[in-house]
Every structure is written in structure tokens, then in C-alpha cells.
């Protein structure tokens, strides 16, 4: 199966649909749904368009394979942003201790 069809698959189960309720929609059999979904032909242009329509996307949001990718990057993004947070933690800790100790030769004098 390739990644189109995974996606057009994956977009069917997330609105609960069959593939009788695509192709209905598609005025397409459901055969030949099912070959769309699994790779086994050629989608043109205007079937592509149709069928971003029917999942409310635009046709570059149906052909972009980037979902992954957005997923990486925001994950690295995370990663960058834990490292720093652990960094800032220790500094307020280190000034934790010396508010502590100027706390204490405060009420030594």
C-alpha cells in the first residue's frame, strides 16, 4: 500500500467511514476505492481534488507526506526546549541556595 492510500485510509477511519460510504460519495464502485486505497491504481488530478474535498483539505494537505516530519521536528523541538528547562531549574536552585545563605548571615549579624 502506498503512503497516499495509507493517508486516504487513514482519513476514512477518522470520519468513521466505510469504503462503500467513500465511494458512494466518490460515485466511484467500491472496488475501485478500494484499489485507491491500496495503491493498486493511478489516481488523476481531479479524483485527487474530489477526494481532498471530501476530507475537507486542501489537495497539498492530502499529497504532503510531511505529518512525520511535522512530528520529528516537534519532538526535537520538545527535546530542545526539556534541555533548557532542566538548565533553568538548576540555575533557580543554585539561587535558591544563595538566597538561603544570605538568609542565614542576615540573621547571624
Known amino acids: 500500500m502506498n503512503a497516499l492510500g495509507k493517508k486516504i485510509r487513514l482519513l476514512r477511519h477518522q470520519k468513521g467511514w ?3 460510504d467513500v465511494a458512494k ?7 475501485a476505492f478500494s ?5 493498486i ?3 488523476n488530478l481531479s479524483r485527487l481534488n474530489q477526494i ?5 483539505m486542501s489537495l497539498v494537505q ?8 511535522e512530528d520529528r521536528q516537534a ?21 535558591q541556595k544563595k538566597v538561603i545563605e544570605l538568609y542565614e548571615q542576615l540573621h547571624k549579624k
Open 62 to 69: 492530502l499529497l504532503s507526506t510531511s505529518d512525520s516530519e
Open 25 to 31: 460519495r466518490l460515485d466511484i464502485s467500491i472496488p
Open 41 to 43: 491504481t493511478d489516481v
Open 75 to 95: 519532538q526535537d523541538e520538545i527535546e530542545e526546549l526539556n534541555s533548557k528547562l532542566q538548565v533553568r531549574e538548576a540555575e533557580v536552585i543554585e539561587l
Open 52 to 56: 481532498s474535498k471530501l476530507f475537507g
Open 35 to 39: 484499489k485507491i486505497e491500496t495503491g
Open 18 to 20: 466505510s469504503q462503500e
